[in-house]
């Protein structure tokens, strides 16, 4: 059994405190705790039914699955009306994947290693979409500066930003999923070579049935949504408690448990020297985030919550997610991973996260 799974016990533990009515901030802690070993028995699930379809569907499978968790979450949060939430913990996930995860692995392998070396055409490939897509990303919050809008609070919930900035969002969304399409055909066929290394990325064996990988992975979604629910339930609450901004809560904490058990297996891999692995697994999520799940969000806000969702971010998110971006491309641009390079951008996330805790 995975050490991950021994986080379960918060599953019954996150119920019985909600329904004991217990302080807020053990609800989300104990919820928060339980959604990472379902999380990640979603990705084995996931994982199995890649191994059966073959390299192409399998693809499209982990696209498909690959961030159920992250957006069950969403879903609950826009629904609540929680939509700065939602739009805190996408770029929150985009700055986990790129400075956390990634530094946490080049630091990790770097232990007792003067250098890594990994392939610069796939990272570089990988970060330019994520480059792109932050740009993309900037531009509703640009035309809202540039009319004289005030943008956001970080504490308040707007709606109301205008019809024309939801429908250039949406516009927007459809561009990025669009890119990541067409990434995902440069990266499973024209160029596959380039991101699956030969000796690094074992092919999974497909040990479960379709049927049982099926039941799990339904089964472990029913799981999530209720531990999400009362996640979100109790986030502004527990905020308050905890003495920090709800925006550090959903940036930091809510973006980091739907993906926590994937973040440990690029570190590990780091350490059994598999580099191109782990900056595949940091770069290739952060890019999953900004190309395919946050426009999957927009659209979806249209149907869930009480209003379309403008991806008008605050000037804390765009700066957070320029240094993201430009750190991430700026350290795998020579295909070379250290420890000193590592510690730099764990070095960012730790500095940016004291900045979102009094935001």
């Known amino acids: ?39 990640a028995l979603m990705g084995d699930a996931t994982e199995q039914l890649s191994a059966r379809a073959g390299p192409g569907v399998g693809g499209l499978v982990n696209v498909t699955f690959g961030n159920a968790p992250e957006l069950i979450i969403a879903i609950f949060a826009l629904a609540d009306g929680l939509q700065e939430v939602v739009k805190a913990s996408l770029v929150g996930s985009i700055l986990g994947n790129c400075l956390l995860v990634l530094g946490a692995a ?51 919930v707007r709606h109301g930003y205008g019809g024309d900035l939801e429908a250039v969002s949406i516009a927007v969304s459809v561009v990025l999923a ?22 690094e990325q074992a092919e999974v064996d497909a040990a479960w049935p379709a049927r049982r990988s099926l039941a799990v992975l339904a089964g472990a979604g029913v799981v999530v949504a209720l531990m999400s629910e009362l996640l979100v339930g109790s986030i502004e609450h ?47 999520s952060a890019s999953q985030v900004a190309l395919l799940l946050a426009p999957v969000v927009v659209l979806l806000s249209a149907l869930v919550g009480p209003a379309p969702m403008a ?18 491309a700026a350290v795998t641009f020579d295909g070379s991973a250290t420890r000193s390079r590592g510690l730099l951008l764990l070095a960012v996330y730790a500095a940016l996260g004291i900045v979102f805790v009094l935001a």
């Open 178 to 199: 669009c890119t990541y399409l067409a990434g995902l055909v440069f990266s499973l066929r024209t160029h596959r070579d380039l991101f699956s290394p030969a000796g």
């Open 238 to 284: 527990a905020a308050h408690q905890i003495g920090v901004s709800q925006f550090f809560l959903s940036a930091y904490v809510v973006a980091i448990v739907g993906n926590a058990a994937e973040h440990y297996v690029a570190v590990v891999a780091a350490i059994h020297d598999q580099m191109d692995l782990a900056v595949n697994i940091a770069v290739g």
């Open 1 to 39: 059994m995975r050490p991950v799974f021994v986080l379960g016990v918060f599953v019954p533990v996150a119920a019985a405190l909600h329904f004991g009515d217990a302080d807020s901030s053990l609800v989300f802690a104990a919820s928060a705790l339980a959604i990472v070993p379902v999380a």
């Open 106 to 156: 080049m630091f990790a392998g770097g232990m007792g290693r003067v250098r890594q070396r990994f392939s610069p055409t796939a990272a570089q490939a990988l970060a330019g979409m994520v480059l792109v897509a932050v740009v993309a990303l900037a531009l509703p919050s640009t035309l809202a500066l540039a009319r004289h809008l005030h943008l956001p609070s970080v504490s308040q």
């Open 311 to 328: 991806l008008v971010l605050n000037p804390y998110e765009l700066l957070a997610l320029a240094l993201g971006a430009g750190l991430a």
